[in-house]
């Protein structure tokens, strides 16, 4: 199978770009680059063997969009492309809604005027707003798109209600759509992993740049929450497992949208999460607690047994291999 991936250098699209080829997938990429790097492309070369056909597209150009889609008979595409800072998207609204959900109709609309009906979409957790049971745990059914706490996240609600309606117009079309939690980790070869252009948002590559000495102290935002050690606790996912979720989102992919969650079933506290980095890495890090961020929730946890019976798909990897992993990448970095 053709498979094209927008956004396939960044994080989450090159560790799936790198299980997609050692499935036996032909792959082929579109990117803009603008949080991502153009050498990413080397070392998915170096892992798998293979060099991707690489497309420099933003998905804001619909002609150069299009253009790329001619290229090859692909048979599904997988979206990963979109800006992705959640207290960016608060400062910055208007871009994101413009890039995020304008692109994506590009694509949308470039994948029918050249046939291809198989669609992949990078989601988020996000979706959900402030839903969950007492226990945090959140499901695909539960109700979305309502009290959502950043344009990032209604990018993500947004653009899944654009793809239900395309369904509807077309019964041919067929699209995944794929809740992540929170990926952590590297591939195990060392050589990719998460390396944000500009300031980190996420809670690991913060601890990163505090390792590594760019970041003099990390803060711990809140100590109170009502759980085990009154930090917040979330379902940290190891990047290679959610990588080959979208392997078996493709293999199962049918008519009409169907909705996963991608995620442990299991949460982390942030201070369990700093502790083992501290642990495996044998160094204390710098750290002091900071006030709660505004919309933080105490607990986020995926409920993923949807995805375990329809998928035949389930995490394997544990928060140790990613810290690992992690490592691993942090020395060829260093």
């Known amino acids: 199978m053709n498979i094209l991936t927008t956004g396939g250098l960044g994080y989450i699209g090159s560790h ?13 990429i579109i990117d803009n680059l603008f949080n991502s790097k153009i050498e990413v492309l080397d070392k998915i070369q170096k892992i798998t063997g293979v060099r991707p056909v690489f497309h420099k597209v933003d998905l804001l150009d619909y002609e150069a969009t299009l253009n790329a889609l001619k290229c090859t008979k692909f048979d599904a595409v997988i979206h990963f492309a979109g800006m992705k800072a959640v207290g960016e998207s608060v400062e910055k609204p208007l871009v994101y809604y413009e890039n995020n959900i304008q692109g994506s109709i590009n694509l949308l609309k470039a994948m029918a005027e050249v046939g291809v009906k198989k669609l992949v979409f990078s989601s988020s957790a996000t979706v959900y707003g402030d839903k969950g049971d007492e226990s945090g745990r959140l499901i695909e059914t539960m109700i979305t798109g309502v009290e959502i706490a950043n344009p990032y996240g209604w990018t993500k609600a947004m653009i899944e209600q654009i793809i239900r309606d395309v369904s509807v117009s077309d019964p041919e079309f067929e699209a995944t759509i794929l809740r992540y939690f929170n990926p952590i980790g590297a591939d195990k070869s060392g050589l990719i992993g998460e390396d944000p252009n500009g300031i980190p948002n996420n809670l690991m590559p913060i601890i990163t740049n505090v390792y590594l000495g760019k970041i003099s102290e990390l803060t711990i935002y809140g100590d109170d929450y009502p759980t085990k050690d009154g930090s917040c606790e ?15 989102a493709l293999r199962h992919i049918k008519p009409g949208v169907s909705v996963y969650n991608l995620g442990t079933s299991k949460a982390t506290s942030v201070f369990g999460l700093v502790d083992a980095f501290e642990s495996i890495s044998k160094r204390k890090l710098p750290k002091k607690i900071g006030k709660r961020r505004a919309g933080d929730l105490a607990v986020v946890c995926a409920d993923a ?14 928060i140790e291999d990613a810290i690992r992993d992690t490592l691993r990448y942090l020395g060829n970095l260093e």
């Open 16 to 28: 799936t770009v790198v299980e997609l080829i050692k499935s036996g997938y032909t792959v082929e």
């Open 234 to 248: 979330r379902d940290f996912i190891h990047v290679t497992d959610l990588a080959k979720g979208h392997l078996s």
């Open 305 to 318: 047994s949807l995805a375990s019976n329809e998928l035949g798909w389930k995490a394997e990897l544990t």
